[in-house]
């Protein structure tokens, strides 16, 4: 995933793409602040599940940004922050919709054979990791709360 993200930033320069450059360099900046963390702690570098840990992060701020700028009436602010939010995206897997989130729910409580809400836990921690970068997990927690109080 890093040399994805490095190669797409090359690209942005030769193509002097700025609104891409500053978004990737950001990208780059936020992983290495990561690394650094790690080796600090005695760890490995950030692994690529990490790294979609960190891009959830930043599309998750800037789309609460977008929102507070719209909200005050600075619509070039939320217009910026949303194609910032957009080249995070494109590092991302595909997000699911609303019915195969539903589905993987379903699927899960079934499997871990969660009975009650105290087995949410169990139940979000399968689905992390079987759909990393792949669903809100907010979202999904509800869907699992809502079916194992049924």
Known sequence: MRDAIQAALKDAQKT???TRISTLRLICAAVKDRDIANRAAGKDPVSDSEISDILTKMVKQRRESAATYEQSG?????????SESA????????????EEVQQACQNVVQETGAE????????MSTLKQRFAGQMDF???SGVVKTMLRQ
């Open 87 to 98: 080249v995070i995206l494109e590092f991302l897997p595909k997000q699911m919709c609303e």
């Open 116 to 123: 009650g809400l105290r087995d949410v836990g169990k139940c």
């Open 74 to 82: 600075r619509l070039e602010l939320a217009e910026q922050e949303r």
């Open 138 to 140: 907010a979202k999904a």
């Open 16 to 18: 002097q793409d700025n």
